[in-house]
């Protein structure tokens, strides 16, 4: 997918191996309103777009982070919701909090920025988002979406993370495509 924007965004992820993407995408799609599988491929957000600006200056020092990151584990467990608006899997992992903590420091976002996307000290909370009121689906949704994950999502087994992908944002439909795949640690290209 090629992205072209004037203002651009970008997101850094981690990705499940294809099985579990595809049985994710699979449950998501269940519910014909969800785009959200259209707008981002399945993933664990480790910082959202507040400081990730169009410069990229910030690149070269997440590439320098993440060769110093040791591949890690990811376990993707209960479902749950923010409020009514959000449905997803929490996503834990010794290192994914460390890791989103140094990518703040190094985007720098402004405290307006922090606060809107809840990365102020204390408030990450990892997931894999399933689907959102802003992504098509209405509040009775989410619910039932979390509900049946209990179910439908259990027994995903822990998966390796060896990169991190930056995805940049798609204008005009404002999907995020891939990147780019930054190695961690003795991981190659």
């Not at 929490?90 to 996307?117: K, M, Q, T």
């Not at 959102?132 to 049946?148: H, P």
């Not at 930056?166 to 990147?179: I, L, M, N």
Request: net charge negative; glycine share 6%.
């Amino acid at each position: 997918m090629l992205c072209y924007s004037i203002n651009v965004q970008y997101v850094i992820g981690v990705v499940p191996p294809p099985a579990i993407s595809e049985r994710i995408v699979a449950f998501q799609r269940a519910w014909a309103e969800n785009t959200d599988p259209d707008i981002v491929e399945a993933h664990t957000t480790v910082k959202a777009q507040g400081g990730l600006s169009d410069d990229l200056k910030w690149l070269e020092e997440a590439e320098s982070l993440a060769a110093q990151t040791q591949p890690f584990e990811v376990t993707l467990g209960s479902p749950s919701t923010f409020g009514d608006s959000v449905a997803f899997l929490s996503a834990s992992s010794d290192a994914l909090a460390p890791l989103h903590e140094a990518l703040v420091r190094i985007a720098n976002p402004s405290p307006e920025l922090l606060r809107r996307y809840f990365e102020r000290p204390g408030e990450f909370v990892s997931h894999l988002t399933l689907g959102m009121t802003t992504t098509g689906l209405t509040e009775r949704q989410i619910q039932e979406m979390a509900d049946r994950a209990s179910s439908d999502l259990s027994g995903i087994p822990p998966f390796q993370v060896e990169f991190i992908r930056v995805y940049r944002e798609c204008e005009p439909t404002g999907s995020y495509g891939p990147f780019q795949d930054v190695p961690l640690c003795g991981r190659l290209r």
